[in-house]
């Protein structure tokens, strides 16, 4: 799987083709089923509307020292431009509070978005 992080801040898991789904079999989503209340690793650093490749984004347990993120919602039936904007987010992300949306859509399909803060 092959991603990137842009920042709303948004962190982005792309899939490409056939080669994903080969590449799925090898390493799947490990993300696929998170929800509100899960924790996710740690993942590249991004500021402002910056970018980043991310391969192996995983939930882990919260109380993990590998737990770095809260996702604090879910949303389905995104599109790639829609997940970018970050806006389906803003209802989960609190004033003050940096946000975070990692997202998993092939181009031109929907996907999933999670909506992210750091842990404190």
Known sequence: MVGAI???????????????????????DETAEAKAGDCIAELPE??????KSVSDA????????????????????QTEAQAKTGKA???YIKEGEDGYVFYNIAPGGKGYLLCLTKKA
Do not use: D, H, M, W
């Not at 842009?6 to 799947?28: E, Q, R, W, Y």
């Not at 991004?46 to 970018?51: A, K, S």
């Open 89 to 91: 987010c803003e209802q």
């Open 46 to 51: 991004v500021t402002g509307t910056q970018e």
């Open 6 to 28: 842009v920042a709303f801040l948004v962190i982005a898991a792309l899939k490409f083709g056939v080669a994903s789904a080969i590449g799925n079999l090898l390493n799947p």
């Open 58 to 77: 995983k939930v882990v347990k919260c109380t993990s020292t590998e737990a770095v993120y809260n996702v604090v919602g879910r949303v389905e039936e």
